[in-house]
């Protein structure tokens, strides 16, 4: 089983960027399509990117399309989520997760949860 751990999140000002970082155990990583969620006090886990085993591929969910990108990297077992012109409305804990398939985009899809990185953005 492939364990993640995220860093990255903090506190910053609307129209900064942050870049996060999910680190995966094991020598499976490439074999997996990533995702990343979030999760907002009082909301439920909302879906924000995928990408293929290959980066090849990449999905978004519309409210961050132009602004975050998901890439990874093999070699380093790592997936990254690079966030630009942050927004108050993106403050949430950042969780990523292994699923079977890029087209992935609801939660029960997901495995192997992340312990989460907390991005916090002032207006």
């Known amino acids: 089983q492939v364990q993640l751990v995220e860093s990255g999140g903090g506190l910053v000002q609307a129209g900064d960027s942050l870049r996060l970082s999910c680190a995966a155990s094991?020598?499976?990583?490439?074999?997996?399509?990533m995702g990343w969620f979030r999760q907002a006090p009082g909301k439920e886990r909302e879906f924000v990117a995928v990408?293929?085993?290959?980066?090849?591929?990449?999905l978004y969910t519309d409210s961050v399309k132009g602004r975050f990108t998901i890439s990874r990297d093999n070699a380093k077992n790592t997936v990254y989520l690079q966030m630009n012109s942050l927004k108050p409305e993106d403050t949430a804990a950042y969780y990523c997760?292994?699923?079977?398939?890029?087209?992935?985009?609801?939660?029960?899809?997901?495995?192997?949860w992340g312990q989460g990185t907390q991005v916090t953005v002032s207006s």
């Open positions: 990408i293929s085993r290959d980066g090849a591929s990449t």
């Open positions: 997760a292994v699923t079977l398939k890029y087209t992935a985009i609801q939660g029960r899809e997901y495995d192997s």
């Open positions: 094991g020598d499976t990583f490439s074999s997996y399509p």
